[in-house]
């Protein structure tokens, strides 16, 4: 895979949070864009809710017999603010927020430029580190009429970054842990939000290729690197494997928490960047809008006006298309179809039995009763009820780590269309276990993640809920 595709990938994270649903300029969440990712100027001011200027990313490398060496790419957006200027009769131009030409509106709004510093096969046994100058700018272009007059103009500007990127290397257990630090040093200081956002890095990530080594999983580690990839410490950025499944030349630093070899939906026909969303769903949502929403959402940002003319043109089978297939995973796969992929997400799945029946539809399996279903773990029977105690072991959520140990009523005992059991629970000692309850929102865990609680446990536990 080239990196260009592994770009494709990163561009989730990129423009995660670029745009909000319902994409307009006026929407009350775009007044807080900018989720991920973001390094602020170290002289901030506390008024500014400037984000801290710093992350840092440690990885482990297997040298080869060669002279080992590593490409580092930090990718992030420079935001550039889009200003609509009117000119009046008299020639004077004067900014406004939204200008009609031809009843077409055209608003002033702030976009934002993608940027990429590259640092060279750079030796793993030598320490780099160095400022890299981002420069800033003004851009201005006229906004004519049907009949070629000049209504008025847009400039465009963008501020001057400065950015230091450090790296260097130790040898851990026969691996090289190698660090990549990389910190905002914009020298001037910003008092407003708005300031501090237009001197930051947004949506900051590393790209890392490897030279004569390979990058060693922190996620599944081999045995003989288990120990040192427990002493890689992360800030703001986790390392993972990116590429086809098993490749180990390529690892993505991304400011969120992602497995080895995040892919691309393929069902996804393009960007939504609305964090997490489900294309389904948001599409649907996009077409309920009005065409007065539309026509905002076109004049906010060419992205939106992509996601509109994109959502408004596609067919009943494009929709189908989105609530995805449910594959049997026993079965050889067809190949991926060709098209454009642009967002790291969920894909509903779709599937019908062979009765025609959508599996999601309970008639679909009159068998399965979460209620009432029940399994064995460590020869205790398990239901809705039963006490346990949580081991997280998979890593799937960061919350975990404060789950370890905490005692959990089970709600529901469910079975997924691959056959696996998975347990909703309730922790006891959470004060909103009863809203969880009512909300029907739960944490979901595998059998071999708890341990049933003791005749005598239950008993005191239920006992000290009643006192």
């Known amino acids: ?30 007044r807080s864009r900018w989720q991920f990712g973001v390094l602020g100027p170290p002289h ?14 440690q990885c482990l490398l297997a040298p080869h017999d060669g002279p080992a060496a590593v490409t580092v790419h930090l990718r992030f957006l420079q935001l550039q603010v889009r200003e609509v200027r009117s000119t009046g009769e008299d020639g004077v131009e004067v900014p406004v927020g939204q200008l009609i030409v031809d009843g077409v509106p055209v608003m002033s709004w702030d976009e934002a430029v993608e940027r990429e510093v590259v640092l060279a096969a750079l030796p793993l046994g030598e320490v780099a580190d160095a400022v890299h100058e981002v420069p800033g700018g003004e851009d201005t272009e006229p906004v004519t009429d049907a009949r070629g007059v000049v209504a008025g103009r847009i400039v465009r500007r963008r501020l001057p970054l400065a950015v230091r990127v450090r790296t260097r290397a130790v040898v851990d257990d026969g691996y090289v842990r190698l660090s990549v630090a990389v910190r905002n040093e914009h020298p001037e200081p910003a008092a407003t939000k708005d300031a501090a956002i237009r001197s930051s890095l947004i949506g900051a990530h590393l790209l890392l290729r490897a030279h004569d080594a390979e990058f060693v999983s922190l996620l599944e580690p081999p045995a003989g690197a288990a120990a040192a990839a427990g002493r ?5 950025c986790w390392p993972v494997l990116a590429g086809p499944k098993g490749t180990t030349d390529t690892l993505l630093g991304a400011p969120i928490i992602l497995y080895d070899y995040p ?22 949502r996009v077409m309920t809008m009005t065409e007065e929403e539309k026509a905002e959402a076109r004049a906010t940002d060419p992205r939106a006006r992509e996601i509109i003319d994109r ?6 089978a494009g929709l189908q298309q989105l609530h995805g297939l449910l594959r049997d995973p026993h079965r050889p796969q067809p190949a991926a179809p060709a098209g454009p992929v642009a967002d790291v997400r969920d894909v509903e799945p779709a599937a019908f039995d062979t009765a025609g029946a959508p599996w999601w539809d309970p008639a679909a399996d009159a068998s399965v009763r979460p209620g009432s279903d029940a399994v064995v773990i460590d020869g205790v029977r398990v239901a809705k009820g039963s006490l346990v105690r949580v081991h997280p072991s998979r890593r799937a959520d960061a919350q975990d780590l404060f789950f370890a140990g905490q005692v959990a009523r089970v709600t529901a005992v469910l079975s997924d269309v691959d056959g696996g059991t998975h347990i909703a629970l309730v922790l006891v000692d959470d004060p909103a276990s009863d809203l969880h309850d009512w909300y029907g929102r739960y944490f979901y865990f595998a059998p071999d993640e708890l341990t049933p609680l003791s005749v005598e446990e239950t008993a005191q536990h239920r006992e000290e809920n009643r006192s």
């Open 232 to 236: 890689c410490r992360q800030r703001r």
């Open 1 to 30: 895979m080239s990196l260009d595709q592994v770009r494709s990938i990163a561009d989730a994270v990129l423009y995660e949070g670029y745009l909000l649903y319902p994409y307009r300029a006026s929407s009350h969440k775009n």
């Open 44 to 57: 901030a001011t506390a008024a500014s809710f400037g984000e801290e200027p710093e992350m840092e990313m």
């Open 311 to 316: 959502c408004d043109g596609m067919s009943p």
């Open 263 to 284: 892919e691309v939906a393929e069902q996804s026909p393009g960007a939504l960047f609305d964090s997490t969303e489900i294309d389904e769903i948001l599409t649907l």
